[in-house]
């Protein structure tokens, strides 16, 4: 069976919140405010965005079903030492139970653990399709044998692995200009790209020109976390992406450094 992001794409394009970093990062990321899952739902579903990004937790105590969400299937903590590996906590069948639209996996490529990860998203992937949810793989190159996880070939490298596996769409990293990362489009052929949003940038024009570029190259969106709720104004940064990422505005990309 196959399985497609329609879900999350209005007029081909989709922008997504990302709240799965309490596990990823832990609480150094939140303030009194964003810590609470509440605050987010409401942020996605007031900022009229196209899907909400959830481990299993937050979903099963918190998920209220107004935004479509994405499942967050595997994850690990920043405490380890060493090459990444992150192993799946949530099965195909609870993510249905929990209502997601979609599964979300993370891949480290070039992990010493690559094959292990490689392995369990492809059983993920046949599982997952099975009950017609599609797969959105965060395909972040890490380890020792990565040096520049932002440099052109490697971001490319990303988008193309992410087609390959069947990923449905593939959320990967901004490569610092426009050029290069509308060559990682292009190796993601048909299998949708999202921007990863990352640490908070500087100022919000810096965030946004980030964005332009981005769109501006062929991605289909963003998935975002830090850069909405750890701003001051969670609801006006979101209209500003939703006017550029959603509605098509354009504005000058600009060519910040990478995150
Ligand atoms: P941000 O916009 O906050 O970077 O969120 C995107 C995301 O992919 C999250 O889904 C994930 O928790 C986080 O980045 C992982 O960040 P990293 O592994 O680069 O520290």
């Known amino acids: ?30 303030n009194e405010r964003n810590c609470d899952p509440s605050f987010i739902l409401e942020i996605a579903e007031k900022g009229g965005y196209s899907g909400v990004v959830l481990q ?21 903590s920043n405490l380890p030492r060493g090459e990444p590996v992150s192993r799946q906590i949530c099965s195909v069948d609870e993510a249905v139970s929990l209502g997601a639209s979609a599964v979300g996996y993370t891949i480290y490529l070039g992990s010493q653990f690559e094959a292990e990860m490689l392995q369990e998203f492809g059983r993920l992937h046949e599982l997952a399709h099975d009950c017609g949810l599609p797969v959105v793989a965060w395909i972040y190159p890490r380890g020792a044998a990565v040096k520049n996880d932002t440099a052109p070939e490697i971001v490319a490298y990303a988008a193309r692995a992410g087609l390959e596996i069947g990923a449905d769409a593939v959320k990967i990293k901004y490569s610092g200009d426009t050029a290069s990362f509308a060559w990682a489009v292009r190796n993601a052929g048909k299998t949708k790209v999202y921007m990863s949003g990352g640490p908070k940038a500087p100022t919000e024009d810096d965030f946004l020109k980030q964005v332009a570029g981005a769109m501006a190259a062929g991605a ?24 550029l990422v959603l509605e098509k505005e354009t504005i000058e990309a600009g060519e910040p450094e990478a995150n």
């Open 56 to 76: 299993k937790g937050i979903a099963e105590k918190y998920y209220d079903g107004k935004v479509p969400l994405i499942l967050k299937v595997n994850g690990k």
């Open 1 to 30: 069976m196959t399985a497609t992001m329609d879900k999350f794409l209005r007029d081909g394009r989709s922008l997504l919140l990302a709240y799965d970093q309490g596990l990823e990062h832990g609480p150094t990321d939140f």
């Open 220 to 243: 289909t969106g963003l998935a975002v976390g830090r850069n909405v709720w750890q701003s001051q104004d969670p609801f006006g940064i979101s209209q500003r992406l939703r006017r």
